[in-house]
């Protein structure tokens, strides 16, 4: 199984195990990880769920959709080149050790 860890803005690290297929928001929200919200259910409609994917990994995902590029322009934390919202980054084996830090906040 994937793991993913979550970096708080304190320095805590946080990781969890995921099963392939389950998304950042959700291995998030399953697990308890404080400052990860996904209102909306993780259909790319709040920008509750937004991280910031450590920037050497960025190539491993698949580049946002239209949709979530609209989405993160919303965001309550900064926008940077390497925001994405958890809820479309769907964990697999390639993304294993995945790195994403949390903002310090969401609403």
């Known amino acids: 199984m994937p793991t993913i860890t979550y970096i708080h803005p304190d320095?805590?690290?946080?990781?969890?195990?995921?099963?392939p297929g389950t998304s950042v928001m959700q291995a998030a929200v399953g697990n308890?990880?404080?400052?990860?919200?996904?209102?909306?259910?993780?259909?790319?409609?709040?920008a509750t769920c937004h991280v910031y994917v450590?920037?050497?990994?960025?190539a491993r995902l698949a580049p946002p959709s239209a949709e979530e590029g609209a989405m993160l322009e919303s965001t309550a934390?900064?926008?940077?080149?390497?925001?994405?919202?958890?809820?479309?980054?769907?964990?697999?084996?390639?993304?294993?050790?995945?790195v994403v830090t949390v903002p310090d906040r969401q609403i």
């Open 54 to 58: 450590t920037p050497e990994q960025l």
């Open 77 to 98: 934390a900064e926008r940077r080149t390497n925001s994405r919202l958890g809820c479309q980054i769907t964990l697999t084996a390639t993304l294993d050790g995945l």
């Open 11 to 19: 320095g805590r690290r946080e990781t969890i195990e995921a099963k």
């Open 32 to 46: 308890g990880v404080e400052g990860i919200v996904g209102e909306c259910g993780g259909n790319c409609m709040c």
